[in-house]
């Protein structure tokens, strides 16, 4: 791709596999940060490294371990997770292409998110866990060239990134919010209450347990751009 022609948010091929558009820096001589989208493994490359890729109706991927079915011919459900492939945003509404969102009600086929967002349902794909019959599988540009150790990697992955997780909180930690695909780093450590970027305050425990958040990587590792 020329450089005019990434956008955050997009869906991009990078090394045979599927990541998103974070961040395009003009500038910078790796000017296209992204994330993959199987694990959030964070990459910087060349816009010419990349290919485009727009996800369409039964497409299935992995999303942070788990594989999941685009659909749009299913009803949303509370508690479920939706793609947002086609934003149109009303004024009090913050979202945009590709953002990953999670379903807090359901109203009509419309819904609600966890971000207090109102999503209509011409915008989304409904994000069916498992990879249904007849999908597309779009992990990979080109799955010839995945190798055994891979596809066993990527078999195993959703057990490795919670193992990831079990590891105590550090300053430095960057977490993944998997309501908002948003990061938060650990700022601050109080006896067994940790406060995040965000302004989040949680225990040990509930970091660990919860849901929502999920270890990335500590900035101290060389990995944070």
Not at 15 to 34: D, F, G
Not at 179 to 190: E, F, L, P, Q
Request: overall charge negative; proline content about 3%.
């Amino acid at each position: 791709m020329k450089l005019l022609q990434v956008r955050k948010g997009q869906f991009v091929y990078y090394n045979n596999e599927l990541h998103k558009v974070y961040s395009v820096k003009p500038l910078a001589k790796k000017s296209v940060l992204m994330f993959r989208v199987k694990d959030m493994e964070q990459v910087a490359s060349r816009a010419d490294e990349v290919s485009l890729y727009k996800p369409k109706h039964m497409d299935s991927f992995m999303f942070f371990g788990e594989r999941y079915t685009l659909r749009e011919d299913v009803p949303a459900e509370e508690g479920g997770y939706i793609l947002i492939a086609k934003p149109d945003p009303d004024y009090m509404d913050h979202y945009s292409l590709n953002e990953f969102e999670k379903i807090e009600s359901v109203e009509g086929k419309n819904v609600i998110t966890t971000r207090q967002n109102t999503v209509k349902s011409r915008e989304f794909f409904v994000m069916v866990p498992g990879e249904e019959q007849g999908s597309n599988d779009i992990a990979y540009f080109d799955k010839g060239k995945v190798s055994a150790e891979q596809q066993q990697h990527d078999a195993q992955l959703a057990d490795d990134l919670r193992d990831r997780s079990s590891i105590r909180p550090s300053i430095g930690d960057v977490y993944l919010n998997l309501d908002n695909t948003g990061t938060a780093m650990v700022v601050a450590i109080m006896g067994e209450e940790v406060t995040l970027g965000t302004g989040d305050k949680l225990t040990f425990h509930d970091l660990h347990k919860a849901d929502n958040w999920s270890y990335l990587y500590n900035v101290a590792d060389g990995d944070f751009r």
